[in-house]
């Protein structure tokens, strides 16, 4: 495997179940992220991970639960979602290097959810 | 809060016209980048500037960097249907205490007809 990949790709649940989104990225970065993409906006940065320390929660409900077990692997927790949550969900990954400064992310092929 | 101003939103030519998206700020970036996204796919990096006045191209794409890294410009020569996609442009946060954040445009769709 290369690059950055997301299981699984299609994810219907309903409002009571849980589940979890899995990200793998096999470029050695040290940071990674989760970003929404609904229809009609802007990506939404969710949460960012450096060194496997979350460092920054967009004010994202708690009903999204990130884990970062190491810098190649990072969760999304899901449990009682709303059907306004239903988007495609991305994962990336940088070198983030001196000063927190990193160029470029690279993206998983993203995991389409409905919440029914 | 720093905003990235992307325009058009949406883009439908012709096979073979030339086109330029724009993406503009107030705000002053380390680097900026472009990425082009497919249907059901995530975003797929195209390039990054990086100097002040930068210019780069890729096969028909040219991109820059504006002269005080506040905006960028893609302009697409004799576009093809297979350019047809969902362009983005992202810029690194200048002031270094971001931890590799991304500020992204809203995008701009691009569809090439034949």
């Known amino acids: ?116 | 809060t720093q905003l990235l101003e992307q325009s058009p939103q949406f883009l439908s030519i012709q096979e073979g016209e030339n086109l330029t998206v724009y993406c503009n700020s107030s705000s002053v970036f380390s680097s900026l980048q472009w990425y082009r996204q497919e249907p059901g796919e995530g975003p797929v990096l195209l390039v990054t500037v990086v100097t002040g006045g930068e210019v780069k191209k890729l096969k028909r794409l040219t991109f820059q960097f504006g002269d005080a890294r506040k905006d960028s410009s893609l302009h697409i020569t004799a576009a093809q249907p297979g350019d047809t996609g969902l362009y983005l442009c992202a810029g690194a946060d200048a002031g270094g205490t971001s931890y590799g954040k991304l500020t992204f445009g809203q995008g701009t769709i691009l569809t090439v007809h034949p």
Not at chain 1, 47 to 71: A, D, G, I, L, M
Not at chain 1, 97 to 103: M, N, Q
């Open chain 1, 1 to 116: 495997e290369t690059g950055v990949t997301q299981t699984p790709r299609h994810l219907v649940m309903g409002m009571t179940n849980k589940k979890s989104l899995k990200c793998e990225q096999h470029l050695g970065h040290n940071a990674m992220y989760w970003y929404k993409q609904s229809a009609k906006k802007p990506l939404e940065l969710m949460f960012v991970y450096n060194f496997k320390e979350q460092t920054e929660n967009n004010s994202v409900p708690s009903r999204f639960s990130p884990e970062c077990p190491n810098s190649s692997h990072l969760f999304l927790h899901l449990h009682t979602l709303q059907p306004e949550d239903s988007a495609l969900y991305l994962c990336a990954s940088s070198q983030v290097g001196f000063r927190g400064i990193s160029y470029e992310q690279y993206f998983g092929p993203g995991t389409r959810l409905t919440v029914t």
